[in-house]
T-cell receptor, first 117, second 113 residues
Framework: NAGVTQTPKFQVLKTGQSMTLQCAQD?????MYWYRQDPGMGLRLIYY???????DKGEVPNGYNVSRLNKREFSLRLESAAPSQTSVYFC????????????????FGPGTRLTVL | SQKIEQNSEALNIQEGKTATLTCNYT??????LQWYRQDPGRGPVFLLL?????KEKRKERLKVTFDTTLKQSLFHITASQPADSATYLC????????????FGSGTRLSIRP
């Protein structure tokens, strides 16, 4: 099992450009998440998907959109990149819970390091 | 507002000693608390989960305590080794079904030989 995979590993964009970060998991998890990690600020939730076909905003959703393509895949799109979106982006998934996001451990991908010039 | 605080200063200790990391929270009633390990350039890896009605949890050399009165969790690594050097994150989830997991900013631990 590959666990959670993310592409690309690194990306440099110019202000105003768009791109999509891809994430896939092979653990048959219901819930998937996108976080950004900035120095001294910890992981902040951008969007999450509690189950296939549903998505919800997290703490910092502005400037981003997501698509839960199927149970395996959850993509994050930056429509018009800004320097403030320079960060490391992590995708995560977790197994079924009784309700909401789930109450199990989260499995993280290796991250995408994004620089916006 | 809800806040999770971990010591932002790195913790440096001698190999073989017990490392103790702290996670404090305010304006929050967590259903459970998790600890993760993160190595440079990699995603966090889950270590332990402790629920609000549990006082202590152990896994091999790891021990977590949870004091809901003090609003604090302590994470201990006994007989520490240089391979334990990493950043450790705590995360909490509230009781509501709509609650999201919130992460602390992490504490960097360095174990010197």
């Amino acid at each position: 099992n590959a666990g959670v995979t993310q592409t690309p590993k690194f990306q440099v964009l110019k202000t105003g450009q768009s791109m999509t970060l891809q994430c896939a998991q092979d653990m048959n998890h219901n819930s998937m998440y996108w976080y950004r990690q900035d120095p001294g600020m910890g992981l902040r939730l951008i969007y999450y998907s509690a189950s296939e076909g549903t998505t919800d905003k997290g703490e910092v959703p502005n400037g981003y959109n997501v698509s839960r393509l199927n149970k395996r895949e959850f993509s994050l799109r930056l429509e018009s990149a800004a320097p403030s979106q320079t960060s490391v982006y992590f995708c995560a998934s977790s197994g079924p819970g009784t309700s909401g996001i789930g109450n199990n451990e989260q499995f993280f991908g290796p991250g995408t390091r994004l620089t916006v010039l | 507002s809800q806040k999770i605080e971990q010591n932002s200063e790195a913790l440096n200790i001698q190999e073989g000693k017990t490392a103790t990391l702290t996670c404090n929270y305010t304006n929050y009633s967590p259903a459970y608390l998790q600890w993760y390990r993160q190595d440079p350039g990699r995603g966090p890896v889950f270590l332990l989960l402790i629920r609000e009605n549990e006082k202590e949890k152990r896994k091999e050399r790891l021990k977590v305590t949870f004091d809901t009165t003090l609003k604090q969790s302590l994470f201990h690594i006994t007989a520490s080794q240089p391979a334990d050097s990493a950043t450790y994150l705590c995360a909490l989830r509230g009781r509501s079904s709509a609650s999201k997991i919130i992460f602390g900013s992490g504490t960097r631990l360095s174990i010197r030989p």
